[in-house]
């Protein structure tokens, strides 16, 4: 584990260890069932809830921790160096729940806040379209007022928490204008009886197969007005913007972990098994790719670190976080498939947590904005 960082103090290390102890002795014994199923049981947000390990930045009138971002980020990190990618909170605690935070009135966040901060609800967030990725401004999902509702009609694809949400935030379009000035969000609490409102399949992914990632249909899903995020119609994508930067570092969070398991485990193995009469660790390659994977694994907990320490203080701007997103995201793949590449044969075998990093990484290269995209987002900045 690397040193403690300058952004954290007695407090987040005390939820860290809070934190790794849910993930060992809660979590993992229930993984086989997680993958088996598609999705975790919810028994385990609640769970979460009871410890206080869900809502830790949100204002403590609203049921939250009324701490900040450093205490959604140890729980990341120990979710990653526990092998865990069944619990969805970097969607439902890091991203969904500043929607609400950020934009709801003071009777949204009192009727919504608490019962996410309990594990009581799971919260999801529907963005991605089949026709529409990285270009938000593309969607077709259309909410049409009606008197005191508005009529939602569309669908969403690859919703982390699809399955098991009792609250989502659909981003649709409310007005007839082009792009970004039509979209809103629409905050819709949905069971599986709720008319209108059907959950498609559980996706089957190539990593992270414990998690739930799903379809939604909306098919004339009534959502009272009063549900709208914000003022007025037309700020979603607005809205959108603002905190897609969030989502970009936890994501960068993710994958920077995911670097630290994944050297800090080959490390050990290669001490460990022996080839040609001598530890693995002993050849003059393995010792300078670990060299290398370590260098990698070094630079990029600095630069995380530095971008943690400016969104705390409220002064990350987009430019950053998507240079952190891309960057170590890339340099995640390519220390994971260099890592395995160490462990021969057994690397790939399932049973070996390399293989469960290789496949797991893959995707932060493409969700919360492709690195193509954070590419382009840099640039316009220089």
């Not at 982390?160 to 819709?188: F, P, W």
């Amino acid at each position: 584990m690397p040193a403690r960082p300058r952004w954290s103090d007695d407090e987040t290390e005390a939820v860290r260890e809070l934190a790794a102890t849910y993930f060992t002795k809660d979590v993992l014994p229930h993984q086989p069932e997680h993958v088996e199923q598609g999705h975790p049981n919810l028994s385990l947000y609640a769970r979460a809830g009871e410890l206080g390990l869900l809502g830790m930045s949100l204002p403590s009138e609203f049921g939250g921790g009324g701490g900040t971002f450093a205490h959604e980020a140890v729980l990341i990190e120990e979710q990653v160096r526990a092998g865990d990618t069944s619990m969805g909170f970097a969607v439902h605690a890091g991203i969904v729940s500043h929607y609400l935070a950020a934009y709801g009135s003071d009777e949204q966040k009192a009727r919504w806040l608490p019962k996410l901060a309990s594990g009581e609800w799971v919260a999801a967030i529907g963005m991605t379209e089949p026709g529409t990725g990285s270009d938000l401004q593309a969607i077709k999902t259309r909410a049409v007022r009606e008197g005191d509702d508005y009529v939602v009609n569309g669908s969403k694809i690859f919703i982390s928490n699809g399955h098991v949400c009792s609250l989502l935030v659909i981003v649709a379009r409310t007005g007839d204008e082009k792009g970004a000035a039509g979209i809103s969000l629409i905050v819709a609490e949905v069971t599986d009886d709720t008319p209108g409102f059907k959950r498609g399949r559980i996706l089957h992914k190539l990593g992270q197969k414990g998690q739930d990632t799903a379809e939604l249909f909306f098919d004339d899903l009534h959502v009272p007005v009063a549900n709208l995020l914000g003022p007025k119609e037309g700020q979603g994508f607005y809205q959108l913007m603002e905190q897609l930067p969030q989502e970009r570092l936890i994501t960068a969070v993710i994958a920077q972990a995911s670097i630290e398991a994944a050297v800090a485990m080959t490390v050990a193995y290669t001490k460990d098994r022996h080839a040609f009469g001598k530890p693995l660790f002993a050849l003059q390659n393995t010792r300078f790719e670990l060299a290398e994977c370590e260098t990698i694994a070094r630079v990029g907990r600095a630069f995380l670190d530095q971008c943690i320490e400016k969104h705390v203080a409220g002064e990350l701007d987009a430019t950053e976080a998507s240079m952190a997103k891309y960057w170590i995201t890339d340099r995640a793949t390519e220390v994971a498939d260099r890592c395995l590449q160490l462990f021969g044969g057994y690397g790939y075998m399932e049973e070996y947590p390399i293989s469960h990093i290789y496949a797991d990484v893959r995707v932060l290269r493409i969700l919360a904005g492709a690195n193509e995209v954070m590419k382009e987002l840099i640039a316009r900045s220089l």
